[in-house]
């Protein structure tokens, strides 16, 4: 059992910097994928980027490929997106995931099995 805990959201103005954090309890095995997700007002959750616990590959949505990186620190569990050249079109709130194992399937939400409460991101114009 995996229980994510979001933090790091709020507002910022358009081109400005946010980092969100995720910390994991329980350990996650290092089989598994840990993924990060948003969703606006009236819009359908969208993936956002992907990594492996222990696996150094990273995957990211168009949108904010070049903008967001994603990361990890296993000492301390956590899982970072650091979010650059922020957009008005970015305000969503953002969730962490998690998974065991890879696939094709890294984008799609209902494949993950864990998720954290969600931190919102307002990026104003």
């Known amino acids: 059992q995996v229980q994510l805990v979001e933090s790091g959201g709020g507002l910022v103005q358009a081109g400005d910097s946010l980092r969100l954090s995720c910390a994991a309890s329980g350990r996650p095995s290092s089989s598994y994928l840990m993924g990060w997700f948003r969703q606006a007002p009236g819009k359908e959750r969208e993936f956002v980027a992907a990594?492996?616990?222990?696996?150094?590959?990273?995957y990211y949505a168009n949108s904010v490929k070049g903008r967001f990186t994603i990361s990890r620190d296993n000492a301390k569990n956590t899982v970072y997106l650091q979010m650059n050249s922020l957009q008005p079109e970015d305000t969503a709130v953002y969730y962490c995931?998690?998974?065991?194992?890879?696939?094709?399937?890294?984008?799609?939400?209902?494949?993950?099995?864990?998720w954290g409460q969600g931190t919102q991101v307002t990026v104003s114009s």
């Open positions: 995931a998690a998974r065991s194992g890879w696939g094709p399937t890294i984008s799609i939400d209902s494949s993950y099995n864990y």
């Open positions: 990594m492996g616990w222990t696996v150094a590959s990273t």
